[in-house]
T-cell receptor
Framework: DQQVKQNSPSLSVQEGRISILNCDYTNSMFDYFLWYKKYPAEGPTFLISISSIKDKNEDGRFTVFLNKSAKHLSLHIVPSQPGDSAVYFCAASVLNTNAGKSTFGDGTTLTVKP | EAQVTQNPRYLITVTGKKLTVTCSQNMNHEYMSWYRQDPGLGLRQIYYSMNVEVTDKGDVPEGYKVSRKEKRNFPLILESPSPNQTSLYFC????????????FGDGTRLSIL
């Protein structure tokens, strides 16, 4: 059973518009969520995170929203830029247990068109 | 520069021929981990280590071994590789302090014929 799901394998948006990437989870024990970004031929790099005590975290053009009751989080990129084209992985973990162990989603490939 | 280094980056080999993928980090991280990435399956954890001489199975450990004799190194060993282990492999490390994200290597693409 996949505990973290990214139901959209791909997303295409126009430069300057908003990109919204979604992630759903099933394990109610998860209390810390991360987004990673991956370019071809490189490893994933950390982008932004959110703890379950918050419902929003913002870092520049990137904002992550968490809806605990729906077990859903989303990553908003505004405005989208061609350099944002990459694979985005959602990850979830349980703090204070096995720190560092995250469960990853399948990834969403974002294409931002100039 | 803080980094996780994997070698080799690419390897084509044959079934049954033992191979080792090395992973080294220079950030003094306690936690290290191996993942494999397959189409439609995301990143799945193979093994992880919380510190020297402490290793444990992840979600897909079958057919793999690891060791953690030094803090900086965490090699992945395939004693008898099979074609279903053809995949893209990532090593990662992180501090065990709260809320620390993982740092990933650039990946090793293994093809087992």
């Amino acid at each position: 059973d996949q505990q973290v799901k990214q139901n959209s394998p791909s997303l295409s948006v126009q430069e300057g518009r908003i990109s919204i990437l979604n992630c759903d989870y099933t394990n109610s024990m998860f209390d810390y969520f991360l987004w990673y970004k991956k370019y071809p031929a490189e490893g994933p790099t950390f982008l932004i995170s959110i703890s379950s005590i918050k419902d929003k975290n913002e870092d520049g053009r990137f904002t992550v929203f968490l809806n605990k009751s729906a077990k859903h989080l989303s990553l908003h990129i505004v405005p989208s830029q061609p350099g944002d084209s990459a694979v985005y992985f959602c990850a979830a973990s349980v703090l204070n247990t096995n720190a560092g162990k995250s469960t990853f989603g399948d990834g969403t490939t974002l294409t931002v068109k100039p | 520069e803080a980094q996780v280094t994997q070698n080799p980056r690419y390897l084509i080999t044959v079934t049954g021929k033992k191979l080792t993928v090395t992973c080294s980090q220079n950030m003094n991280h306690e936690y290290m981990s191996w993942y494999r990435q397959d189409p439609g399956l995301g990143l799945r954890q193979i093994y992880y280590s919380m510190n020297v001489e402490v290793t444990d199975k992840g979600d897909v450990p079958e057919g793999y071994k690891v060791s953690r004799k030094e803090k900086r190194n965490f090699p992945l060993i395939l004693e008898s590789p099979s074609p279903n282990q053809t995949s893209l492999y990532f090593c990662a490390s992180s501090s065990l302090s709260s809320n620390q994200p993982q740092h990933f290597g650039d990946g090793t693409r293994l093809s087992i014929l």
